[in-house]
């Protein structure tokens, strides 16, 4: 993908360059490995891989060939993503109230988090650099689980997921909690 100038995060199927690219790999594939769909509808999806990503191409059965339109969604490319899980809502909201409370000041640029649920289970997605500071995370792990960094953790949950709080999620749940 560095030779066409792409990259995960610019991987748009409204971009005219990256719908050209996209093309010419089907070609390159066919051309190599004797994967032709010829007109038949394609599912793509790119999924994020340490080193860029991976296009799983699937041909849709003709009966399943409807077209459905899908929404990227939005993600941080430029942070890192922290994954917690927390199977119960108790517990993720005293992780969440604590870490509000000892860790997020208004005075202080709050780090960005975002709630999701998925399969019954809570999951947090915290955004910041290489690593979280060491007290958020100890503390987020004596409530929940650290499930993994990066968008390649963090990618089921996003696609998946049902969004509960987005933006910032520990300020927005901290500040309800407070109040109670």
């Keep these: 993908m560095e030779d066409y100038q792409l990259t995960f995060d610019s991987l748009d199927w409204q971009n005219g360059h990256s719908r050209s690219v996209i093309k010419e790999f089907l070609r390159i594939a066919c051309r190599q490995k004797g994967f032709c769909p010829g007109d038949s509808r394609l599912l793509i999806e790119a999924v994020p891989d340490e080193e860029g990503c991976v296009l799983l191409v699937t041909m849709l059965p003709e009966e399943k060939a409807k077209r459905k339109v899908y929404r990227i969604k939005e993600n941080q490319p430029s942070l890192t993503p ?67 960094k990066g968008q390649q953790a963090a990618a089921q949950v996003l696609e998946h997921g049902k969004l509960l709080a987005g933006e910032d999620a520990v300020t927005t749940v901290g500040l309800q909690l407070a109040r109670c």
């Design 82 to 148: 922290f994954l917690f899980r927390f199977d119960q809502a108790e517990n993720l909201l005293a992780a969440v109230d604590r870490v509000y409370r000892q860790f997020y000041h208004p005075q202080k640029a709050a780090c960005s988090s975002r709630l999701y649920l998925l399969n019954r289970a809570y999951y947090l997605i915290m955004y910041g650099g290489k690593r979280l500071p060491c007290p958020v995370e100890i503390l987020l792990t004596e409530y929940g689980s650290y499930v993994g």
